[in-house]
């Protein structure tokens, strides 16, 4: 299946996170009921579910999209006669309740692996608060400065998942122009290579560039990004101007991933992607 949707909001801050739905919210509730009717609490429901406890507490507080297994688990460990499914279908079923990215970002946060192709701009898990900031505040229409501070403290705040889950594994596919573009000024663009070479040094995270100068390229589609679910499924994701794609199709993910292993093939090398990021920094 690929669904489509507009104004996801995700690694590019081109559309604003979308306020907490009041169906999101009844989900929540019902969640909780049926947890304490169980006589379990968050701690004790969040390993049966298999999801930490940070996400049970989001879906339980209405500010994350319910994934498709927790539902599934959800209604097998709580006995929930079927309710929680009823519950989820209705959800997906009406249109604006929560964004293409709201779910992917609950995915993204179990992620056995992401891989992630850009060719806009620095993706939001590799961005500085410096880079994030500039980029919401030259955001059109304008955001008022507390869209910008909610915003930018939830792009933060998602990139923990980097540090937090180091059996993750990270592949970032980066165009080099990115960083020749100097977003944000000279400043900036230093602070985020720095940002970018720690990272690259974690052993979970591996980050290669796309020179500027590339004869043969997998990825002229553009930007996509893929996952593997703890239960070993693959799903894509892609966003363009105020609009984005849920990938499931079994199919069309197994073309992205084509792609993107041809991409890593195209790309430089690992060793030679930190060395060029190195002297663009002491050319910058």
Same mark, same amino acid.
């Given at each position: 299946m690929t669904e489509t949707a507009g104004g996801a909001g995700g690694s590019n801050g081109s559309a604003a996170e979308?306020? =907490?739905s009041d169906s999101l919210k009844a989900f929540g509730e019902v969640v909780k009921a049926f947890r304490k009717r169980a006589r379990l609490t968050q701690e004790e429901f969040a390993p049966r579910v298999r999801y930490s406890l940070p996400t049970v507490a989001s879906i339980e507080q209405g500010r994350r999209f319910p994934p498709a297994d927790f539902v599934d688990r959800a209604e097998e460990v709580l006995d929930a006669f079927g309710t929680l499914r009823g519950a989820a279908r209705h959800l997906s079923r009406r249109p604006g309740l929560a964004s293409w990215f709201r779910q992917w970002a609950g995915l993204e946060a179990e992620a056995v692996s992401l891989y992630t192709?850009?060719? *806009?701009? =620095?993706?939001?898990?590799l961005q500085t608060e410096a880079y994030? *900031?500039?980029l919401f505040t030259n955001q059109l229409p304008p955001l008022g400065d507390a869209q910008i501070e909610a915003q930018l403290a939830a792009?933060?705040? *998602?990139? *923990?998942?980097?540090r937090d889950r180091p059996n993750t594994a990270y592949s970032f596919i980066l165009e080099e122009h990115l960083f020749l573009r100097r977003t944000g000024g000279r400043q900036v663009t230093l602070e985020l290579i720095d940002h970018v070479l720690d990272l690259a040094g974690l052993r979970n995270i591996e980050v290669q560039i796309m020179p500027v100068t590339r004869e043969e390229h997998a990825g002229l589609d553009g930007p996509m990004q893929l996952l593997e679910t703890p239960d070993n499924h693959w799903l894509g994701y892609c966003e363009g101007q105020k609009s984005s794609q849920f990938i499931s199709d079994r199919k069309v993910v197994s073309e992205l991933q084509m792609r993107y292993a041809r991409m890593r093939s195209q790309a430089l090398t690992l060793h030679d992607s930190l060395s060029l990021l190195r002297q663009m920094r002491g050319a910058a």
């Open positions: 979308p306020e =907490v192709y850009e060719c *806009r701009l =620095v993706p939001g898990l994030a *900031r500039t792009r933060l705040d *998602r990139q *923990r998942l980097l």
